[in-house]
Structures are given as C-alpha cells and as structure tokens.
C-alpha cells in the first residue's frame, strides 16, 4: 500500500491525540494483596464502605457515626485521634454568613527528628443526601490508607499530621476553625489536600500554595504519575474555587492541592455512592499523598524555598519547570520567531503583511464561530432533550456528548478555514491564526504568566512547522518528507495544547459548552498547515470528516441518555411549613416536573413561590397540609437600650433538634455588631442590614441552641425569623415510593422539611 503525506498526517495526527488524551487517565487499582508499605485502593474501599454508608452532613447521626468510625481506626493503627469541638463563623461569601459547631478529627505521627509538620487534609462530612463516596470519603479513605503504609515503615523525618475536616461544604468552617485556634497549627510547614468534585477520573495537582517552585520540583521527583499545570491556579484564582486548602494558602503555608472532577453527573447526589466511584481515581490520590508524605517527610521544611515557577506536562506525565520569570523572555524568543517567519513570508512573497493581520481577523471570527455554533448546539440540546434538562450539570454518558461537541467545533472551524481560505492563502491564514496566539501569549505573560506555557511552546512548534512546510515549500505537492515535519513540529504542540480543551470540558460540562468549545478552535489554528495538506482549503472534505462522525457521536449520545436505578434522573421535593402563618407548601426547584413529583403540584393547589430558601431558587410552590411541627424557638436573655443601640442577647434552638438552622433580621434594621456562638462579627458599615437581610446560617446546632447576641440601631420594633432544616420528608405525610430511577437533588432542597417562624422584639 502506498502512503500518501495525507494519509501519513492524518494517522499520525489521530494517534497523537488518541494518545495524549489516553494519559489523562487514572493508573490501575492496586490489590489488597500488595505490600504493606504500598497503597492499594482496594483496601481503601474498606473505609469508604463504612463511611459512605449514608450521608453524613454536619450534625446528622451518620456524621456522628463516621466520627466514631474514623476515631476506632486511627486507634487501630495507633494513631490516637482528637475531637477539635469548636464553634466557627465565616464572612467570606458575605450574608447570610456561615457558621457551625464543628468537629474536627485530629491525629499525628511523631518524625525520628521533626523540621515541620506535613498535614495530610481531607474533609468527612458530605453534603446532606448524598453518601459521599468520591466528595471526599475518597480523600479520608485515601489518608486512612496511606497512613496504614506510613506505619508499616520506620517513622519519617518530620512529624506526620493527618487533619479529617468538619463543614468544609458549609464553606470551609472546619479547616478555618483549625487554623483560627488549634495548637498544632503553627507547626504545619506543608499541607497536602485531597477532594473530588466528580466521581472518577485524572486526579490533578490543581492549586499550590505560596511559592510553588519548591513544592512543583518535588512533586516531579516523587509522585509516579503527577498530573500539573500551572495554567490550573491560574484559572482557579480566577474562578473562586475553594477548598480546605484555601486555609493553609492565606496562612501562607506551602503545599498542593489534589482533586478529580470527571462523572459530575454524581457529584453532590445521592448516586456519589461506592459503587459509582472510579477506584482509580482512589489509587491515583493515594499515590500522591504516599509518595509526597515520605518526600516531604523526608526533608527540611523550615525555610522552604518562596519562588514561583511554571510548569506542565509533557508527554508521558513528565513534568517541566522553570522560574516564572523566565515568562517574559522566552515570550520575546517566540516573538522574534514570529517575526523572522513573517518576514521569510513575506520575501518568499508567501504572505504579506495586510494578509497575515486579514488572516487574524478570519480567525478572530472562526473562533466566535465555532463557540457560538456549539455554545448554540448545547443550549439547543438542553431545550428539546428532557433528560439534559433535568441535570444539573452534565449527563451520565458525558464522554458521548464531549465527543460529539468537540467534532462540532472541528467541523464548524474546518468548514471557516474552507470559506476563508477562498480569499486568502495558506500562510496568511496559518500566520494570522499564530499572531491571535501571538496576542494572547503577551496577555498571559503579563498578567498570568502561569499560563504563558499554554501559548509559548505550541506556538513556537507551529510556527517551525509554517517556516518548514508552508513557507518553505509554498504550493508545491505536499511529499512524505512535508507530512514527516508536520507531524514532528505538531507532538509538542498536541502534548500541551490539547489537554486544554479535554480538561475544560470536563470542568465546565455541558452547560458551558461554548468555552471548550472556543478552545478547541483556538487549539485548530495550530493545525492549518496541516488542514491545508489534507485538503482543507479546497474541499469540504475535511469539514464532513469531522461532521458526519459527530452527528453519528451526538446521535448516540442523546439515544443512550436516559434514567435507570444506577443513574437515577434529579427530582427535588420538600415540605416547608410557616408556623408564624399557619401555613404548609410543597416545593421544588425543577423547572420540569416528573410524574411523581408532578403529583404534589395540581392546578387546583399550584402556588406562586413565595417560601424562600437559602441558595436555591424555587420554580414550584402549592399547598399543603399543615401539621404541628414546632417551629424554631427564641428566648430574649437581655434587651437594654443606651446611646441609641439597642442590644439583645437571644438563646435560638430547635424543638425538632434540626441540625440546620437559618436566623435573620427580616426588617429592614441596621445592624452594627453581632456575637454568634462566642464568634464576634463586628460590620464595617453601620447601615449593614437596611439593604440587604443580615443573617447566618448554622450547621451541627446542638439541641441546646446557641447564644446569639446583637447590636441595633435603636429604631423600634425588629422582626427576626428563623427557619430549621431537617434532611426527610414528614413521616406524617410520608410520600408513596419514590420510584428507583429518581433521586432527591438539589441537596440543599430535596427530601427536607423546613419549617419557619417569626419574632417581632
């Protein structure tokens, strides 16, 4: 057989990226009968079959039995654990605030000669209805696990410091509230944190602390299969993503933070389960936390190294480093190629210079082309396909879909180099698409240099692959020696560029689809050299190529997308009672109901919603009948006025003993100062409240109550209301059967029973 140059690009291509993208997944499982100073995900399934055995939120009876879980373990392993018991409050997403009464499980291992602690963090509560397998049993049992390994072996150097969170889904309240007061906290001089936001896939070094240059070296040096990018902290920054590691990262103590996000589909639901979690993705974090634990354990942790550094990974999970002010002048290195190939166009008269800023241009709305058709497509999907209006954030057979989305932009990107390549040339076009990525490396270089990787290396590819092929040979037939370059200047750019678009994906779902889907374009334009050799540019052959099999991916992906017991469709329903009112609704945050849970919401009784719960906007509300449930309690301690403030001091509880609690000044009454649970929050405005409700949310309130004192503006009359949360449905009222195929979701809504009350002082 005959090999064509574009037969031989075309192969070569889809191995390259078939490949690339094959390494993003998580290493094999190893077995419960590998060595003891191994980890194996197979052990660790033990303690994730014990602790996602129900939901533990903050407060719940299974919270309190994976407590006692975790404490009988560590004193198996002799580890003796502590309780951090403490009370904690948090601004950080302003009102209404977030509090709660936390426990934090708390354990060492002393080194032979400790320098710092290594703090191993994971968090054990889960949100309220889902078990929690991956979110984060799977970093609990990971550390568990690892630190049966560590002690099979003689002690490390420095003193081990396993950290098992409380409330980190009530906004990080058990990690603050170790770093807030905990004695040992001033000894932690690395952190590593482990969470999921998926059920499976690539576990990611996503986030680093404070002067990244020395913990980035040692990640490469010591973990078998590190997954880095410092493109993922730049972004992160830049999205608000908080986890337990946040904590360590203000306190500006070094460290990494490990996640993975693929299956979304179970993430923060009931279907997080065992079953569903991909032990891999287990294996892979408890290959980071083992490996690191010895390597940092290992060595001095009291003057670490501060500098910043960039870094990515290559072929292989091979990691590459250099100091981040590096950025600058490898940008200008890029720069001068740039400017050296456009003016070697432009002498070979292959491209001129109103071409090649026209071929931006082109590319420029290729680009706005490619995101607007698939941003449309998924949008379009999302209206007419029940099933992807039901979920959250993406389907159970998301790879299908990813597929189907990323060939859509190919395609639509393939069929606009056709159109514009009718008024331009080759070289105009592929420089013009290098100086778009040109312009967003000087972005990045100035303002994220983290990131400046993404645009330096695979451009820098590209471009000798222009200045090989493109200029050099000019319209002359393509030879086996042209497709050999090609193919050689594209393995560093797919080894870089093209985990972008796969990850971005994965992150941002289908809903989001027009980003990844721009970035798949952008990833393109490295490539026309290579679509013009395979006959982009003349023939809309190429465009059908990508097309056809995305319409058959797409096809597949929306036959096969539908609801069974193991991947249950999203239905949300709850009973909210207003005591202060006498009144009781059904309500429900979809805005497609499904026959069941269509049955609680007939015309006769449909409602506007009127019954507002935190964090969760109501689309159905009707009647219901009223039972007699206690509303929250309030009992005035003190009230005196002076000086034109009035101070209360009140004691709220809960005569239903909910673990959740919502307090909130609902007039519109100045609050200057407030004390919840012995936490003093002190408001820099004196008009906080008039605008806007201040309150708190309470996780974990014990059946006591809490104290909460407040500071007014003395100007009559305030109103406070008061709503608790329950995570079940009235067994008065109790449902018929749910069918199997459905579950409660959204956690914050589905399957609880609110009931509210109002206090006029």
């Known amino acids: 057989m005959a090999w064509s140059p574009r037969l031989v690009v075309a192969l070569a291509l889809l191995a390259l990226v078939a490949l690339r993208i094959a390494q993003l997944s998580p290493p094999s499982v190893v077995p419960r009968s590998a060595p003891p100073d191994v980890f194996s995900a197979e052990r660790a399934r033990a303690h994730l079959l014990e602790l996602a055995a129900e939901p533990r939120p903050t407060g719940s009876a299974g919270h309190r039995r994976a407590r006692d879980y975790l404490l009988a373990q560590l004193a198996a392993l002799g580890a003796p654990a502590e309780v951090q018991r403490t009370s904690v409050l948090s601004r950080q997403w302003g009102l209404p605030y977030d509090a709660a009464r936390v426990e934090n499980v708390v354990a060492r291992l002393p080194g032979a000669d400790s320098t710092r602690a290594v703090a191993l963090v994971a968090h054990y509560d889960s949100v309220p209805g889902s078990p929690g397998a991956a979110d984060d049993g799977s970093g609990v049992a990971a550390l568990l696990e690892t630190l049966r390994a560590l002690k099979s072996g003689p002690p490390l150097r420095n003193d081990v410091l396993l950290l098992l969170t409380d409330a980190e889904e009530g906004g990080v309240l058990g990690g603050k509230a170790f770093m807030d007061e905990h004695p040992l906290r001033g000894e932690i001089g690395f952190a590593l944190n482990f969470d999921a936001r998926g059920a499976g896939g690539v576990v990611a070094m996503f986030e680093t602390g404070p002067g990244d240059a020395f913990p980035v070296r040692e990640l490469a040096r010591a973990a078998p299969m590190p997954i880095a990018s410092s493109l993922f902290p730049a972004v992160a920054r830049r999205l608000g993503h908080s986890t337990d590691f946040s904590v360590f990262k203000r306190a500006g103590i070094p460290g990494l933070n490990f996640a993975f996000s693929d299956d979304a589909a179970h993430y923060h639901t009931p279907s997080d389960t065992v079953d569903n979690l991909d032990l891999r993705s287990v294996q892979h974090a408890g290959d980071y936390a083992l490996s690191l634990a010895r390597r940092f354990g290992g060595l001095d942790l009291r003057r670490p190294d501060r500098e910043d550094a960039v870094y990515f990974n290559t072929w292989g999970a091979h990691v590459v480093s250099h100091p981040i002010g590096w950025a600058i002048p490898i940008a200008a290195l890029v720069f001068g190629l740039f400017a050296g190939a456009a003016a070697l166009a432009r002498r070979r008269r292959r491209a001129s210079l109103g071409g090649i800023f026209a071929g931006s241009l082109a590319f420029l709305a290729l680009l706005l082309g490619a995101a607007g058709a698939v941003g449309g497509l998924g949008w379009l999907l999302r209206r007419v396909h029940p099933a992807l209006r039901a979920m959250p954030f993406e389907p159970y057979n998301a790879p299908a879909f990813r597929i189907a989305l990323a060939l859509a932009a190919l395609a639509v990107s393939a069929a606009g180099y056709r159109l514009f390549r009718r008024r331009l040339g080759a070289c105009d076009l592929a420089l013009g698409a290098l100086l778009v990525w040109l312009s967003l490396l000087a972005g990045a270089s100035l303002s994220m240099p983290g990131a400046s990787f993404y645009f330096a290396w695979p451009l820098a590819s590209a471009l000798v692959g222009v200045v090989a092929v493109t200029i050099r040979r000019g319209d002359a037939p393509p030879t086996l020696g042209d497709a050999a370059l090609l193919v050689a200047t594209a393995a560093p750019a797919v080894a870089l560029a093209v985990p972008g678009p796969y990850l971005l994906f994965v992150a941002l779902g289908l809903p989001m689809a027009a980003a990844p889907a721009l970035s798949v374009a952008l990833v393109f334009g490295l490539f026309l050299p290579h679509a013009e050799l395979l006959g982009g540019g003349a023939s809309r052959r190429l465009a059908l190529a990508f097309a056809l099999p995305g319409l058959a991916a797409l096809a597949a992906a929306c036959a096969t997308l539908g609801f069974t017991e193991a991947e249950p469709r999203p239905a ?58 206690p509303p929250p309690s309030l009992t005035v301690l003190g009230d005196a006025t002076g000086g034109g403030v009035r101070s209360l001091r009140l004691r709220v509880a ?92 959204p956690y914050r809504l589905a399957d609880s029973t609110f009931v509210s009350g109002s206090f006029w002082l």
Do not use: C
């Open 572 to 629: 949300s329903l709850a009973y909210a009672l207003d005591a202060a009112g006498g009144k009781a609704h059904w309500l429900s945050a979809d805005p497609d109901l499904d026959p069941w849970t269509a049955g609680y919401f007939p015309a006769g009784r449909a409602q506007a919603p009127s019954f507002a719960v935190p964090y969760v906007r109501v689309a159905h509300q009707s009647e219901a009948p009223a039972l007699a449930l």
């Open 654 to 745: 809960s005569p239903r003993r909910a673990p959740w609690l919502l307090a909130e000044v609902a007039s519109p009454t100045a609050v200057i100062r407030a004390v919840v649970d012995g936490r003093r929050v002190e408001e820099s405005a004196r008009g906080a409240g008039r605008n806007q409700r201040w309150g708190f949310t309470y996780m974990g309130l014990p059946p006591e109550g809490i104290e909460w004192s407040l500071e007014v503006e003395d100007a009559g009359p305030i109103e406070i209301r008061l709503m608790d949360q329950t995570y079940e449905l009235p067994r008065e009222l109790a449902p018929g059967s749910r069918p199997k195929e459905l579950m409660g979701v």
